[in-house]
């Protein structure tokens, strides 16, 4: 019977989401909120919208859906529709202190500052000790020029909090702001000796320093944040400037190359490499750098005039004059663009549209203002100054058009606690996440990800010919696409009608315990595995694995709503579901003693609880079965750093790195700078 009700609620969850009628949806709308929020929390957007949107159908007076719809919608860059669904839920219950930060995030990312402000203050009236509001309070009056209320608000937050270095950051951008530079040096000295390993820190100590010329502490600050955070673009674009200040063109244009090759779109990045490869006469892949500016930002006139005096150069007349013309369409009083497009069209037999410009040219010769002269430059032997050979990114001053671009601060480090898993920024390490089943192969899998994930016990079950779809095991889980979230209701269903034919087979509930997993419905998919089990089979040990996960997420789950962290040393063993998870892991290592994955999962459980030795001891056993798990040895080189045994722990750490997790490289870094060698 326990049974059958769970695959009725799965007919009617599949009935709901068809649209089937508000009676089915009246009776699961609980079920249905439950598991928008599982979906919510392992980052499946736009699978939870879909759960939410049939319980507001059902109960349109309720305001919870519409909360959590807006935190999902705000997650996919929905800044409207997460704003909307806010202000509906605050119509329904104004008390709730989560609607107006998650409209005041929305409303930031669409330059509503006045409106998040009002959000924010109201939140502090309920909540005047959260951090996270009071952060993003501070930022907002920074982007109204609210300077004084900024920094009232500081010196609140940092009297509640006093290593809270966030706070220290936006009082340095303030006083940097008001020309106090060895004030806000001297904030930053404070920051950085409390968190030395945070790369925002001393990015913004470099820019403090490149400001009063300092520029080999610059580039030193620049080369630690970048070893921090070798994936952050904006890091290279930085450290460029700093190296083109020290004259180090070399240097900078590596950091270029390596910032557009992590974003292939930054404008900035592109406009400063194809300034920089003009200067040294690489003028074709110049170009190239200023055609991508100009796909994005066509009004550029900076990136048009440098592209039309390169096409110049390398024979397109004909695109250099029309480059011209459009600067001069918008600059009339460019006069060097006269001069340079009547020497085009001599070139290209125009003799009319020459002399036309030759006499704009003739007419300004004797005006005191000539501005061709102005853009000389060095011409007079004199060596300019760091501060004419850059300008701001929103100086559209066309005769700066061989400066390099300085990127102005993005404000755009609001804190948000609603995007998916909240994970503590301030946390040195993390243990890679557990494997799960799937049926989908992730976005972009590397050769090492194949072999990694390969198994011989799951290529005999695929094999059998008993599975819908081909089975695996990934611990990167990609969000559901709409295609692919019908296609998994429509198998729940398939699954069910084979079910009804034939009861006694254990894989139908297999492949549909699965379907519901992958659908954030864990209620359905522990019962499916557990009938799996109970009717036992070949593939006893997968059914036991796959509750175990599912055991594990409800197990989350449920910490998280008591507002805990699982994380190292703060794991739950007394948790029903925790402790019945690892059970299920150990029966499916009996069953299966070479599936190496089931290994690496019960020692990350292991790690959770800080039992470091036998974490150690089963992801040797992970290792024993796939040689090149490269999560295998992360973990444990994590987990043997915690045993204070470093030296084994970075020689793990470094054959992850070697395996494919860079990251690994970055936890190097901060381990070793604590191991007395």
Not at 384 to 413: L, P
Request: with cysteine; net charge negative; hydrophobic share 35%.
């Amino acid at each position: 019977m326990r049974f059958l009700r769970g695959v009725m609620r799965g007919i009617l969850i599949y009935a709901c989401m068809s649209g089937v009628g508000n009676a089915y949806a009246q009776i699961n709308t609980d079920r249905m909120m439950m598991i928008g929020r599982n979906a919510l929390y392992f980052e499946d957007y736009v699978l939870s919208i879909q759960y939410f949107n049939q319980v507001i159908n059902a109960k349109p007076y309720l305001n919870d859906p519409y909360f959590f719809r807006a935190v999902a919608k705000l997650s996919l860059d929905d800044y409207a529709g997460a704003e909307n669904d806010c202000s509906r839920a605050i119509s329904i219950n104004p008390y709730v202190v989560g609607s107006y930060e998650v409209r005041g995030l929305a409303r930031v990312h669409q330059r509503k500052y006045t409106g998040a402000i009002e959000d924010y203050r109201q939140a502090l009236v309920w909540e005047p000790k959260s951090v996270p509001v009071r952060h993003n309070l501070i930022l907002c009056y920074m982007q109204k020029n609210m300077l004084d209320e900024a920094m009232s608000q500081i010196d609140t937050l940092l009297s509640v909090n006093p290593r809270y270095t966030p706070a220290m950051s936006m009082r340095s951008n303030i006083l940097f702001e008001r020309r106090d530079t060895a004030g806000a040096l001297d904030m930053l000295d404070r920051a950085v000796a409390i968190d030395k390993y945070e790369s925002s820190l001393l990015r913004d100590r470099a820019i403090v320093y490149a400001s009063m010329k300092q520029y080999e502490k610059a580039e030193d600050d620049m080369n630690q944040a970048v070893s921090y955070s070798p994936d952050e673009p904006g890091l290279h674009i930085d450290r460029a400037l700093v190296r083109f200040y020290r004259n180090n063109l070399r240097g900078a244009m590596e950091d270029y190359d390596i910032a557009l090759e992590l974003d292939p779109g930054n404008i900035v990045g592109h406009y400063n490499r194809g300034v920089l490869r003009a200067q040294i006469g690489d003028d074709n892949r110049a170009i190239e750098d200023f055609d991508v500016v100009l796909e994005s930002e066509p009004d550029n006139m900076m990136a048009v005039f440098n592209r039309g005096l390169l096409r110049d150069q390398t024979g397109n007349l004909t695109g250099a004059v029309q480059d011209y013309t459009t600067v001069l369409a918008k600059y009339p009083e460019v006069i060097y663009g006269y001069e340079l497009r009547s020497a085009a069209r001599y070139k290209l037999g125009d003799r009319k549209g020459a002399e036309q410009d030759e006499l704009v040219v003739m007419r300004d010769r004797t005006s005191q203002f000539n501005r061709k002269d102005k853009s000389a430059g060095t011409d007079d032997g004199e060596e300019e100054d760091n501060s004419s050979q850059t300008r701001k990114e929103s100086d559209d001053d066309v005769w700066n058009y061989k400066k390099i671009v300085v990127a102005e601060k993005d404000m755009t480090a609001f804190s948000s606690e609603y995007r998916g898993k909240v994970q503590n920024r301030n946390v040195d390490v993390r243990m890679l996440d557990e494997y799960s089943f799937t049926w989908f192969s992730s976005n972009a899998v590397s050769e090492i990800d194949r072999e990694v994930r390969y198994s011989a016990e799951l290529e005999k079950l695929n094999s059998s010919g008993n599975m819908p779809f081909r089975l695996q095991v990934t611990n990167k889980e990609n969000p559901l696409s709409e295609v692919r979230i019908k296609g998994l209701f429509e198998d729940v269903d398939e699954q069910t009608s084979l079910i009804d034919a034939n009861p006694d087979n254990p894989d139908h509930y297999f492949v549909r315990a699965v379907d519901f997993f992958l659908l954030q419905d864990f209620v359905n998919a522990q019962n499916d595995f557990t009938q799996a089990i109970l009717m036992g089979g070949d593939n006893l040990w997968a059914a036991y694995f796959g509750r175990a996960v599912v055991r594990l997420r409800m197990s989350e789950v449920q910490n998280a709503d008591r507002q805990q962290e699982r994380s190292a040393g703060n794991g739950n063993p007394g948790n029903s579901q925790y402790q019945l998870a690892y059970n299920d892991l150990t029966k499916a290592i009996d069953l299966a003693p070479e599936f190496a994955y089931a290994y690496y999962n019960r020692a990350n459980m292991e790690a959770s609880i800080s039992d470091y030795r036998s974490a150690i001891a089963d992801y040797e056993q992970a290792i024993a079965h796939n040689d090149r798990f490269a999560e295998a040895y992360y973990n444990r080189g994590i987990a043997m750093v915690f045993l204070n045994r470093i030296r084994e722990g970075l020689e793990d750490l470094g054959k992850a790195g070697e395996l494919g997790i860079y990251s690994a490289y970055n936890v190097m870094k901060r381990f070793s700078a604590s191991y007395d060698k």
